[in-house]
């Protein structure tokens, strides 16, 4: 049972930005494994069940790669030799059978800094990016987009949404469509920023982060819709 993390978790993670090395993580590998590893896969699997209860196919799978990613930094990515332990924990629970992130999906990121609770899909791939601009071009579509992301953000002053991406119209879209704003976005997810102390306590974590994700369910119901018409290259 999910019991919340530990108040040694966050000073790990801030231990980590001071020794981002592979032989300081290995010397306290077992620290990562009982502050980080151990709660956040007993925090999938009682979380996961709770979001099963506003869409019953959400993958809530507690494996590295699943639900949960990986301590170590992608090596292709920009920093990753100097940095090469990631200093915030990322939880994802998605929908749909294509990849996790590039599906509409329940997200979860903390750090010493922040607890950060997202919906939908935070970046586009090439597929995705083609799906979800052939979705919009479609006024009611458009237009019931921009209506959800008004909605969610009057439940609470505190959630909101991505900032647009690019500066020109892709082709079939133009400045007097309306909501043709929606076509410069590379994600479309919305977010709030909550303090990283709440994952200390288990019941509050749990009831606070369901609460947000049912505000938001009506964007991962159509990011999720949008996502079934990926066309994969």
Do not use: C
């Amino acid at each position: 049972m999910f019991q919340g993390f530990s108040k040694k978790t966050l000073p790990f993670l801030a231990a980590i930005t001071q020794n981002n090395n592979k032989e300081w993580f290995t010397a306290h590998k077992k620290e990562y494994e009982e502050l980080i590893l151990e709660p956040s896969r007993a925090f999938v699997v009682e979380m996961g069940e709770h979001l099963q209860a506003l869409e019953s196919t959400i993958h809530a799978e507690p494996k590295i790669n699943k639900s949960l990613y990986r301590i170590y930094r992608d090596s292709r990515r920009p920093n990753a030799i100097a940095m090469p332990i990631k200093e915030r924990i990322g939880v994802i629970f998605w929908q749909g059978n294509s990849k996790r992130m590039q599906s509409s999906s329940f997200y979860l990121h903390f750090s010493p800094e922040e607890l950060y609770v997202a919906v939908g899909v935070r970046w586009f791939e090439k597929p995705m990016l083609d799906a979800f601009r052939e979705y919009i071009k479609d006024d009611a579509r458009r237009e019931k987009l921009a209506n959800i992301l008004t909605h969610i953000k009057a439940k609470d002053s505190a959630y909101t949404h991505l900032e647009k991406g690019y500066k020109r119209y892709p082709k079939g879209f133009s400045a007097d469509m309306k909501y043709a704003d929606l076509s410069l976005y590379k994600g479309m997810a919305t977010y709030k920023l909550l303090d990283a102390h709440l994952i200390e306590n288990g019941d509050k974590l749990i009831d606070t982060l369901y609460k947000i994700y049912e505000d938001m369910l009506p964007l991962q119901q159509l990011m999720y819709e949008i996502s079934l018409r990926v066309k994969e290259e």
